[in-house]
């Protein structure tokens, strides 16, 4: 096993294109070695053989000004999927707020083209969205917030989930323009909050992405 490669690399086999067949192309998107040894990443066909920065780039050019951030006090487990999620939707940049590291397993190595940044707390992420001029909007079903299924987003807007548990820290709750809840019917106090976060960013991307633009 390749100890260089993270652990949802190990099982990629099953997709993917062998190396490169006839003359090699001279485009400096290409990487040299997925040209010779194949290319069996998780991404669309359009990037096969392309070097990660290339890759990242050509995204940068299309990124929706949709940030989403999760609070990460107590190393949250749904932050891999929120990462996917973000990346698949183009969203600009995963903000991750308190602990640094996070468990990647979920993210099945899409963290490598999605921007992330890291906020050691609540504070320091408001902050850092009012010089961006970013409008903050806080997810969860607490009292007092209004449905995600009838309400405006903003454009410029950075979502902000709570973890496993304790939900939304106040501050956060207090910080953001409004907190949008998804209407639940059955028993489930909650629902998982990289489900939530996929919900709520679809529903952004509902609102606001050029669907002619998408794969
Ligand atoms: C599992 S929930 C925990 C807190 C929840 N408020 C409770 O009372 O149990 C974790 C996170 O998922 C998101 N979430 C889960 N269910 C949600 C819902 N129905 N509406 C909005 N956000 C939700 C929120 O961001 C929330 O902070």
């Not at 040894?37 to 780039?57: I, L, P, Q």
């Not at 919900?199 to 606001?208: E, G, K, P, S, T």
Request: hydrophobic share 40%; proline share 6%.
């Amino acid at each position: 096993m390749d100890s260089s490669k993270g652990p949802t690399e190990w099982g990629e086999g099953r997709h993917g294109v062998g190396p490169w067949e006839g003359p090699l192309p001279e485009d400096p998107r290409f990487d040299a070695q997925l040209l010779a040894e194949g290319d069996t990443r998780n991404v669309v066909d359009a990037y096969r053989y392309w070097t990660r920065e290339a890759v990242t780039a050509d995204i940068d050019k299309r990124r929706h000004p949709l940030h989403v951030a999760i609070e990460n006090f107590e190393n949250d487990a749904n932050i891999g999927t929120v990462v996917r999620t973000a990346n698949a939707f183009a969203a600009d940049t995963v903000h991750i707020v308190g602990r640094r590291r996070w468990n990647r397993r979920g993210a099945m190595v899409t963290d490598r083209y999605q921007h992330l940044m890291h906020h050691p707390d609540v504070s320091s992420l408001l902050e850092w969205a009012q010089t961006q001029e970013l409008t903050v909007v806080a997810i969860d079903n607490t009292p007092g917030s209004v449905p995600l299924e009838t309400v405006e987003l903003p454009e410029k807007c950075l979502l902000l989930f709570g973890q496993e548990g304790p939900g939304i820290t106040p501050e956060a709750a207090e910080g953001a323009l409004m907190t949008c809840s998804i209407a639940q019917f059955g028993s489930t106090r909650s629902i998982n909050a990289g489900v939530a976060a996929g919900i709520a960013m679809h529903a952004w991307i509902r609102q606001y992405a050029d669907l002619s633009q998408s794969w």
